[in-house]
């Protein structure tokens, strides 16, 4: 049995995000006899089927916010004090680090074991900060913070990139040469997110349980609450949709920060046309996300991924997205495109859909659930990340040798 740690810097696990990657990719790799230890921030959920070791909690700072934090440098302290505890035990076989801090962390351990470090890289450091409004493009820190970036991203034996768009840029900008570079998208659970496994009574339910008549269409959204997500957009395009006579409602799931955007939307004249359910715990998103027409995303990262479109995918949704290299990658031929920014053509292209018959809404369904069942699952990319732990431990051993 492989032995793997896995650097988490996160409050894993919580229903959001990168944190649905990290868990359906360890159970993937445990169903193929890796042994993974995840060392993460004290607080989270637990899960049973998972050996999670966490931090001690700060003696200041007992509660904290999604997202980033001037906190979060003394949790990487935490994190890396931990992680080293556990490796001294455990004595992994390898490093799985998630995140540039995780990776950081990884590659000190991983120097003192001689033991080789996969970076599981789910979007640049300086363009998530600048998309979340840390930094300034161009200006000092943002090129200090550049510098630090590609530092960490060269001490990686293999990093494993969130889209190909994303394996491009590290090689065009960073420099990272391509035989360290493997593309592995974010996958869906196609089990867990099926339509089939819902009755249209149970799904009829979803729409009673939030007020929202039966005969309308239903546009859904599941993810972080947060302006670089795009909700404002999303809440302005339903405003436009008002104002042109259109019948509609908009469910919108997640968090953080729902009572601010429930304001927004009683400050746009739409409260009554959109429904915000707050947190959705992971294990019931497949059933309130089937109660959808379809399914609207207005991320406009270039370098992130967007894996709330698999589960989408999954459950036969069509989706309205805007139109980035991530979202070409994942929806392929069969995405309703705008441009990246455009809020009116947001809304014209929700009112296209809703006109949309049904049945051919559901063939773009059905043809968006094959694309997810031929390209995004979690059991073909853990035997790639499988291959990978067995190539890098392969060609150590032969380093080990040869020094010898």
Not at 190 to 215: H, L, W
Request: hydrophobic residues 40%.
């Amino acid at each position: 049995m492989r032995k793997v740690l896995m650097i988490a810097p996160t409050s894993f696990f919580s229903d959001y995000g990168g944190h649905i990657r990290i868990l359906e990719e360890t159970l993937a790799l445990q169903e193929l006899d890796n042994r993974i230890c995840i060392v993460t921030y004290y607080k989270g959920k637990d899960v049973p089927a998972l050996d999670i070791r966490r931090t001690a909690p700060l003696p200041y700072r007992t509660e904290y916010e999604v997202g980033s934090s001037r906190h979060k440098i003394a949790f990487d302290v935490y994190l890396a004090l931990k992680s080293l505890r556990v490796a001294l035990r455990e004595r992994p076989d390898i490093i799985h680090a998630h995140m540039h801090e995780g990776t950081l962390i990884g590659w000190v351990i991983a120097r003192l074991l001689r033991i080789p470090l996969i970076f599981d890289f789910q979007g640049s450091l300086t363009a998530e900060m600048i998309d979340h409004g840390f930094l300034t493009h161009g200006s000092f820190w943002h090129r200090a913070i550049r510098r630090t970036e590609r530092f960490i991203d060269h001490r990686a034996d293999m990093i494993l990139t969130s889209s190909k768009q994303v394996m491009k840029r590290l090689h065009e900008e960073f420099r990272m040469p391509v035989d360290r570079l493997h593309p592995l998208p974010d996958c869906v659970d196609i089990e867990r997110f099926n339509s089939g496994r819902f009755t249209d009574e149970q799904k009829a339910a979803v729409r009673t349980r939030y007020n929202i008549p039966a005969d309308i269409p239903l546009i859904v959204y599941l993810g972080l609450l947060t302006d670089y997500q795009g909700i404002p957009h999303m809440l302005k395009a339903a405003a436009h949709l008002r104002d042109q006579g259109e019948i509609f409602h908009f469910l919108i799931m997640g968090f953080p920060s729902v009572q601010h955007y429930r304001q927004m939307a009683q400050n746009m004249g739409v409260s009554d046309v959109v429904t915000f359910t707050g947190r959705v715990p992971y294990n019931e998103a497949p059933r309130l996300l089937s109660a959808g027409d379809f399914a609207i995303t207005a991320k406009m990262s270039s370098t992130e991924g967007s894996g709330k479109m698999l589960n989408y995918m999954a459950l036969g949704l069509p989706v309205v997205a805007y139109d980035t290299p991530v979202h070409r990658e994942y929806l392929g031929a069969h995405g309703t495109y705008v441009p990246a920014g455009d809020q009116i053509g947001l809304a014209d292209a929700i009112q296209t859909l809703i006109h949309t018959p049904p049945p051919e809404r559901h063939e773009i369904g059905n043809q968006l659930r094959q694309r997810v069942t031929t390209h995004f699952t979690w059991p073909a990319a853990a035997q790639q990340i499988d291959t990978i732990y067995q190539t890098l431990l392969t060609q150590n051993k032969q380093r080990t040798t040869n020094s010898q």
